[in-house]
């Protein structure tokens, strides 16, 4: 949805003639208008902050448009592609995905921001991801938090459940629910940018909490998906919860907004989602209060939290309006601004990660996890390629879909590392 912000109704015909020509403003009095991307989920956090920005600087309009969260990478790309890309856009902090900032600083459609004001503060975790050739190319507003969003009154009030500390007491909820003529888990396996979220749940408990340097010990060859005892559970689980009934029908080819629009409408109690995105939610049923759990482990003792850094923004390098674009990037990078919208969509901050200041709707789905920084871990994909990503979501659909067995993913999943290796995680 193409949403545009006027801030001089009077200069409404002057700014559609700059929204297509992408001009620097020639001093005549004229507005410059910046063109904006960004996800679906954020669309609220930053409208507030564009209609803030625009009221101080009213030389400059940001026209915003926004694209589910699925369907963004791919838009982004061709864009950029064909040279029509936007001047201020959300990229990926990571070399996963087709908008990573590294591979877009890569291929040239990146602004170089090293040095700006707000560059020290960059989360530490994240610093790696948005640097190529020792240069920055992106601001991180923050990291999100993933696993099962859920809405509390459903859960608690309505069917008197409690938050499961262990992998076998969320298969008993899930049966339990579904008796209630409810759906567990409403489950977008049909979206890849959620597609990933229940492997990465449990991969981060049975693989990396115990072994944290094991995609280093796969680069070197002395070990492999199908050797891994934890990567063949953290499979299994997936196959596991789709048997005992926790997802809908079809949710292979789910989208995101239908798992959203169930949760909403309360048919489910549960979807696979980062907290930046309950705004989506949110928009669709205002009255709905949510929470947030990790995929619970084996034990209690075993539930980590899966983290993630998971949006940047970044300048185009081809920007015709580059000083306009680099003046809103650094308004929204601002200390002030920057809170905000991190409460706004949230995000957390590496404190927050550390557990103080957690907002008490993830606080009381993680019981004590983030007090242990072993248990706090990064996604799993963040050191991958696209192709091994795109890879593991094809055949996460094919497992639960019956196309595929937990076999054929390790195998397959071996078979697409040796085919295009990772490179090693950037220092």
Not at 219 to 232: C, I, K, N, Q, Y
Request: hydrophobic residues 40%; proline residues 7%.
């Amino acid at each position: 949805m193409l949403k545009k912000h006027f801030f001089l109704g009077l200069l409404a015909a002057v700014l559609v003639v700059a929204a297509c020509s992408g001009n620097e403003s020639d001093g005549s009095g004229e507005t410059t208008v910046v063109r904006f991307q960004a996800q679906s989920s954020l669309q609220a956090g930053y409208d507030a902050v564009i209609e803030q920005f625009e009221e101080a600087n009213p030389g400059i309009e940001i026209e915003s448009s926004y694209s589910p969260n699925e369907t963004y990478p791919s838009v982004l790309r061709t864009q950029l592609q064909g040279g029509s890309g936007p001047d201020v856009f959300f990229t990926y902090p990571s070399s996963s995905d087709p908008h990573g900032v590294r591979l877009l600083a890569d291929a040239g459609y990146l602004e170089d921001l090293t040095g700006r004001e707000w560059e020290p503060r960059i989360m530490e975790s994240a610093k790696p991801q948005v640097t190529f050739d020792g240069r920055v190319y992106g601001w991180v507003p923050g990291a999100i938090v993933a696993g099962l969003g859920y809405n509390t009154e459903l859960l608690s009030s309505e069917l008197g459940l409690q938050i499961p500390r262990t992998f076998d007491d969320l298969l008993s909820m899930c049966e339990t629910i579904a008796s209630e003529g409810k759906i567990p888990i409403a489950y977008q396996a049909g979206a890849l940018a959620y597609n990933m979220l229940p492997i990465n749940g449990t991969a981060l408990s049975t693989v990396f909490y115990g072994e944290p340097r094991w995609q280093e010990q796969r680069l070197a060859g002395e070990v492999s998906f199908a050797s891994t005892p934890g990567w063949r559970v953290a499979v299994q689980r997936v196959l596991d919860m789709q048997n005992a009934g926790c997802f809908q029908q079809g949710a292979a080819g789910a989208s995101s907004e239908e798992a959203f629009s169930l949760v909403a409408d309360g048919e489910a109690v549960m979807t696979w989602l980062p907290t930046s995105a309950w705004s989506v939610i949110e928009g669709l049923n205002p009255d709905i209060k949510l929470g947030q759990m990790p995929v619970p482990g084996t034990t209690e003792e075993d539930t980590v939290a899966y983290f993630a850094p998971n949006t940047a923004i970044s300048v185009n390098a081809d920007s015709n309006v580059k000083e306009a674009a680099l003046e809103f990037l650094d308004y929204t990078a601002s200390e002030e601004v920057a809170d905000q919208l991190a409460e706004d969509i949230l995000v957390l901050s590496a404190e927050q990660l550390s557990g103080k200041g957690l907002p008490p709707t993830i606080a009381s789905g993680y019981a004590n996890v983030f007090e242990d920084p072993d248990k706090v871990i990064l996604g799993l994909q963040w050191g991958w390629n696209p192709d091994l990503t795109q890879t593991m979501e094809t055949l996460i659909q094919g497992l639960i879909s019956g196309q595929k067995t937990v076999d054929d993913v390790l195998t397959e999943m071996d078979q697409a590392w040796d085919a295009n290796p990772p490179e090693p995680p950037p220092q």
